[in-house]
């Protein structure tokens, strides 16, 4: 498995994978790695010949006040964790390496990103498209992964991909939980413990709507108001948004009918946790 940090180098690898005809798959995270990267890592390992993974924790999507300083970094763990997998490739490039003196050019997708996370996080998917774009660019492989946990963001990269004709095919992968089926996530190491035993309360209030639609109760508004309830059963919990969007243009719904994405962002401290499920009926 080969490390690389400078544009020049990755070029060169990449050059000779494809040209020996080879299929890359790639996988770009911020690191700190868990069981879900290594989830989609193990799917682009088992359909590609050659595995390439990026580890950047990319300034321009965090906002001002966000946790880019303190995003969890250590990136001796996470080389093994890639080793274990069968990565060939982890690209760890510098900030200026991505953004030198003078950087100028942004991707903005316009109308799915003014919604759920990105009403709250201003310019967060703006520099989400940005950076994707150039690793796609810098890597060009023939399948990226990325995962369901966040939604939204699959969903924008997908129109991204979609709108702007980048040869490559995008797959969306289950969220990997953890065994009290919090979605896993680099951020829960911030946690407190006492958020941490509440924490799963996001997800039973997910399931618990889900249910709730399973009985027969389609309107938005009730459904959402059972989440709000579940999560609201922790005092230290501040929701952000409960939301029922449908999953083309993620356009809130009053009735649940076609498939819809039910989607949560919620606060312990300084700790914000997202998570999801599709609702079909
Ligand atoms: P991140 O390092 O948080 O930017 O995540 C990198 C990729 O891993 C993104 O495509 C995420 O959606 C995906 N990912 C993060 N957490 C999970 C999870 N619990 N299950 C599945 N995929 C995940």
Not at 125 to 130: A, E
């Amino acid at each position: 498995m080969e490390l690389v940090r400078d544009i020049p180098s990755l070029k060169k690898i990449v050059n000779r994978v494809r040209k020996e005809g080879e299929n890359i798959g790639f996988v770009p995270t911020m690191g700190f790695l868990h069981e879900g990267h290594l989830s989609l890592m193990r799917a682009a390992r088992a359909e590609n010949d050659f595995l390439a993974i990026s580890i950047f924790v990319n300034p321009k999507q965090f906002g001002a006040g966000e946790d880019y300083e303190d995003y969890p970094r250590d990136l001796e763990r996470d080389r093994e964790l890639a080793r274990s997998t069968g990565c060939d490739l982890v690209f760890y490039p510098a900030a200026r390496e991505m953004y030198p003196e003078g950087f100028s050019t942004y991707v903005e997708v316009e109308g799915l990103t003014e919604t759920l996370c990105g009403a709250s996080r201003p310019g967060h998917f703006k520099g989400v498209t940005t950076v994707v774009l150039k690793l796609f660019n810098l890597v060009a492989p023939h399948r990226a992964y990325f995962g369901q946990k966040d939604a939204q963001q699959a969903l924008v990269l997908r129109k991204m991909v979609e709108d702007l004709n980048v040869d490559l095919e995008l797959l969306i992968q289950p969220t990997v939980r953890e065994p009290d089926n919090l979605a896993m996530s680099s951020r829960n190491k911030y946690l407190a413990p006492e958020h941490r035993r509440q924490a799963p309360l996001i997800y039973q209030g997910l399931q618990e709507a889900q249910q709730l639609l399973q009985s027969g109760e389609r309107r938005a508004g009730k459904l959402k108001k059972r989440v709000q309830e579940v999560i609201s059963r922790s005092e230290d919990a501040v929701i952000d948004y409960v939301e029922i969007v449908e999953t083309g243009r993620l356009h809130p719904v009053e009735e649940v009918q076609d498939e819809c994405l039910l989607a949560v962002a919620v606060k312990f401290g300084n700790t914000r946790l997202i998570d999801n499920v599709l609702l079909e009926v």
